[in-house]
């Protein structure tokens, strides 16, 4: 039996609350804490994964933000101690130097908002399944 090593929650928010950032820190803390079975479980079993998608953008306008809870040095050298993270991820922000594999997900989600997806444009395996989810009109 294979054991479980993440935790993945993935949020989609469509509309644009002002408080997204600190609303989606709170629920990763959440299943953080849920992990915990008492006093002396202070390293969850899970590493904790939130993925939010804003589809609606935020006032930075940024494709990819990242909440990381690793520790740094005083260079910014992580320690590599602890791996959760919380990735917020904007559709209406995706550009040519969004990173990969993000670019092809993010331009998916937003061409499905407008339930206008030119299929010829998406190649990975997992994003053919995930378009042939999508429902006609």
Same mark, same amino acid.
């Given at each position: 039996m294979q054991k479980i090593k993440?935790?993945?929650?993935?949020?989609?928010?469509?509309?644009?609350?002002p408080d997204h950032y600190?609303?989606?820190l709170h629920y990763h803390c959440v299943a953080l804490l849920e992990q915990a079975e008492n006093y002396k479980h202070y390293r969850?079993?899970?590493?904790v994964y939130t993925i939010v998608v804003l589809t609606s953008g935020d006032k930075h306008k940024t494709d990819v933000a990242v909440i990381d809870f690793d520790p740094k040095?005083?260079?910014?050298?992580?320690?590599?101690?602890?791996?959760?993270?919380?990735?917020y991820l904007a559709?209406?922000?995706?550009?040519? $130097?969004?990173p990969e594999p993000y670019q092809e997900w993010l331009r998916v989600i937003n061409e499905s908002l407008t339930e206008n997806i030119d299929e010829s444009n998406y190649h990975r395996p997992e994003l053919q399944? $995930?378009?042939?989810?999508?429902?006609?009109?």
């Open positions: 993440n935790r993945v929650i993935v949020e989609i928010q469509h509309d644009n609350h600190g609303r989606f969850p079993d899970l590493t040095n005083r260079q910014g050298k992580k320690l590599n101690e602890i791996h959760h993270k919380v990735i559709a209406k922000y995706v550009n040519e $130097t969004t399944r $995930t378009i042939d989810c999508v429902p006609r009109i």
